[in-house]
């Protein structure tokens, strides 16, 4: 469908050319008239399926066919899990706006605050935030939502996760009054804390899924490979890079000290890598993500902390060097390739630890995942099974396991024996007792 048929004002269309976006994707069919309409929506689609433009041009549109609720206030407020996924979100708001008269804020945990309440002293008409910095806004009486037309929140799945419950219901207790409408977009409608807040904060929403939440990305070829350990991986990961043509490749690892010792391991291969992790400042994760986002490593080693909301068309790669712990997870870490119709690799490496993460993937995608193996890299790890896996379990408790059991029966009862024999006495057999043996005397 083309962005022609979503009843678009003509100037945003004339953006939308320039911006060279033709066919609109199937989130944007089904979300761009709703929001239109006016209507409270509840949203679900895969990573890279466009979302952002799909709620990016119905709030443009509203600011632009109907007058401001209030001259000071803010009149959409776009939240955002993360500081990346917020940049992202800005960066994308920036060109749409660009050649209009109307302006835009972005206010992030872990900038200056003094300098944000300027910001927001001058009245912008957008405002991209993460939530705990705007609740802290708030509080000092920086703005105010009585005027605010549009509330969107982009992965309120991730925001309940991290813990943000309480800062949202704070924003939507400042905004709430029957012309406010709501979007609220999240990576799956199944989670039960989206679908209570969802209840409390949207009025008779449209709910739209695109795709199932745990469908693999078309565009993406998944290959899993069994490693038996941490060198077996390490051996396997210089191998990849070394037969793998890939122009960006993001390297996901469970810890953080993970991160810098396999950023050092790939320097000493000869590869330009930077390391990102939760425990760095603001501005340090700033840095990296703009270095490698214009491309001076190709090489991004990483925790879940850039798994959402980094949107860079080089990555070509995704390599799981540990899977993750929850399936969903997964998604959305190689869901940074393959961005707008590219290809994409996403290879994942399976030793005896990931074992269970892998099978409760396996059940989340509800597919059997096959394997693959290097040339001259075989392992001999293949999976455990059931019977493997119960008989780990108990050789791992088996020490414990005596002391349990006597502690659970109490102490040992001695059997009793009787002092008495049947002896055949004419009809019926009588008990006859036997003498008692002096103490001391064997039996």
């Known amino acids: 469908m083309h962005f022609s048929e979503l009843m678009l004002d003509r100037r945003l269309l004339a953006t939308v050319e320039h911006l060279g976006f033709t066919q609109a994707t199937e989130i944007q069919q089904k979300a761009i008239p709703t929001a239109i309409a006016g209507k409270d ?45 917020a940049k992202q979100v800005y960066g994308q708001l920036r060109l749409v706006v660009a050649n209009t008269s109307y302006k835009s804020e972005l206010i992030l945990g872990g900038e200056d605050f003094n300098q944000q309440s300027k910001a927001l002293a001058r009245d912008p008409h957008f405002v991209v935030a993460t939530p705990g910095r705007l609740a802290d806004h708030l509080d000092h009486g920086h703005l105010h939502l009585h005027g605010l037309e549009m509330l969107i929140l982009d992965e309120a799945d991730r925001m309940l996760d991290l813990g943000f419950a309480e800062q949202l219901q704070a924003i939507h207790k400042a905004a709430d009054h029957r012309k406010r409408q709501t979007l609220m977009f999240s990576a799956t409608l199944d989670h039960a804390q989206v679908n209570e807040f969802g209840a409390e904060l949207l009025q008779s929403p449209t709910r739209i899924r695109i795709d199932a939440e745990a469908k693999i990305h078309d565009d993406i070829h998944h290959r899993f490979l069994f490693s038996d350990h941490l060198e077996h991986k390490e051996a396997q990961l210089k191998a990849l890079l070394e037969k793998q043509d890939f122009t960006q490749l993001i390297l996901f690892t469970a810890t953080r000290s993970d991160t810098d010792r396999l950023a050092q391991l790939v320097s000493e291969w000869g590869y330009s890598a930077l390391a990102l992790s939760g425990e760095l400042s603001q501005s340090g994760r700033n840095q990296i993500m703009q270095e490698f986002a214009a491309g001076k490593a190709p090489i991004l080693i990483t925790t879940d902390v850039a798994s ?46 990931d074992w269970a993460s892998f099978k409760q993937l396996e059940s989340f995608l509800d597919q059997p995942l096959a394997f693959e193996a290097l040339p001259g890299m075989e392992a001999k790890f293949k999976g455990f099974t059931l019977r493997q896996r119960a008989a780990k379990i108990g050789a791992s408790s088996k020490a414990s396991q005596p002391q349990e059991k006597a502690h659970k029966r109490g102490p040992k009862k001695v059997k009793k024996k009787f002092a008495f024999k049947l002896t055949e006495v004419g009809d019926a057999p009588m008990r006859m007792k036997k003498k008692p043996k002096p103490d001391g005397e064997a039996e």
Not at 53 to 70: D, N, T, V
């Open 41 to 85: 929506l509840l949203a679900s689609s895969r990573t890279g399926s466009g979302k952002t433009l799909a709620f990016l041009l119905p709030a443009m549109q509203r600011l632009m066919k109907h007058k401001a609720l209030s001259k000071r206030d803010p009149r959409v407020l776009i939240l955002a899990p993360t500081r990346e996924l």
């Open 308 to 353: 959402r909301g980094l949107d860079i068309a080089r990555v070509s790669h995704v390599i799981n060097f540990d899977l993750p712990k929850h399936a969903e997870e997964y998604v959305h870490r190689v869901g940074r390739t393959g961005r707008a119709g590219a290809k994409g690799d996403a290879f994942s490496l399976v030793g005896p630890k």
